[in-house]
C-alpha cells in the first residue's frame, strides 16, 4: 500500500523567521492506531502568519517544521486496530487532541488539557495522524461537503467555543442580543456568520471596507468602518443605542481591548477572543467593570465536542463560509498565500498538492 502512496512528498518546511523551503521528505508510514491522511485541503491562517513571521511558536511547533493546520483530506492507509476509519474516507483532523484524564478535561474544559497534543504539518501531501488524533479528534466529513470548505472546520470550531464563552443564553431568553464584533478576518467574520444564523443583531467593526461588505453578505445588521489604534467606542454605541450586551476582540490589538471593555452596556460581556503579543499587558478600569458589573473573559481554542458542531454547520448551505475561501495554491506557493495575507489581499488561501 505504502508503494501506491510513494516514498516522498512535498512539503513546506519553516526553517526560521520568514525563510520556507519546499523540500521533498519521506512519507512516514502509519504504527498501530495511525492514520496516513492525504491532505486535499489546508486553508491559511491567522496564527500560521504569526509562526510564519516568528519563526515558530512557543506552543504549537518548533522549527524546522513542516506545518499548517487547517486540513481535510482523504485516509490514504490505516495502521493495525483503526476500525473507524478506512481508505477512501474523507476526514477532518483537528490540530490538537486532549488527554481526556486531567481536570479540566474532566471538566469539559479539554481546551484547556494539562497534556493538549498538537499537531501541524498540512502544508504537504500528506500527513501523519498520531493515534491520540485518530480516537479523538478526527471526524468524517458529511456526505456533500467540499474539502476547501471542511478545512474551515478549526477555526469554526474555535469560534463555535467562543460564542459558548459569551453565555449568550443569559440575555437571549426575550429575544437576539445586541454583539459588536471589532476585527473583519477570518475569525471576526466566521463569528459574524455564526451568530447571525442563530438570529443575533451582529455589528462589524473594522478599518478595511472590503472586509465589512464580506461581513455584511455573512449577515451582520450594520458594518461600522473604524480607524487603526482603538478609540473607537463612541462609534460602537451610538449604533447599539447605548452599548451592545456582548462585544467580542478578534483583533489581538491591546487597545482594540479597551474599547471592546468600555463598549459594552452594565452587565454586559467581553469576549477576549483575539490573542495578543507575548508580554502585553492593558489598564482596566475598575470603577466600570465594579459598578456596571462587567464580564471579561479570555477564550482559546476548540473543543472535540466544537469541531463537530463546526461540521455540521459547514455542511449547511446557508452558511456562507465560502466568501472567506479565496485563490487554491499548490503546496509551492505557501509563502506567497502568506504574504497575500499579510498584505489583507486574501482571508484565506485553499493550499492543495493538486492546485495549479
Known sequence: MMNRVGSTMRGA?????EKIEIRDVP?????????????????TCGTDVKVFIRGGHPRMLKVPTLFGHEMAGRVAVVGDGVVRFKEGDGVV????????MCQPCLMGRENLCEDLYYLNGAYAEYLLVPERFVARNTHHIPEGLSFDRAALTEPLA????????CELDRYGVRGPVDIVVYGGGPIGLLF???LAMEGHRVVLADPNPNRLAVGAKLGASETVEIRRGGGQVGKLRAVTNGGPWVAVDATGVPEVWHDAIATVRPGGLVNLF????????????THLLHYSEITVKGVYHHRPETVRRALALLANPEFKADLLLGRRMPIENVEQA???MIAKEALKVVISADAE
Open 274 to 285: 483575539g490573542g495578543c503579543a507575548p508580554g502585553t499587558s492593558i489598564e482596566l478600569d
Open 158 to 165: 474555535c469560534v463555535l467555543h467562543g460564542m459558548a464563552a
Open 192 to 194: 459574524v456568520g455564526a
Open 13 to 17: 518546511v519553516l526553517i526560521g523567521p
Open 93 to 100: 483532523v483537528a490540530n490538537s487532541a486532549p488527554c481526556d
Open 27 to 43: 512519507v512516514p508510514a502509519p504504527q498501530a492506531g495511525e492514520i496516513l491522511l492525504k491532505v486535499e485541503a489546508a486553508t
Open 338 to 340: 502568506l504574504r497575500a
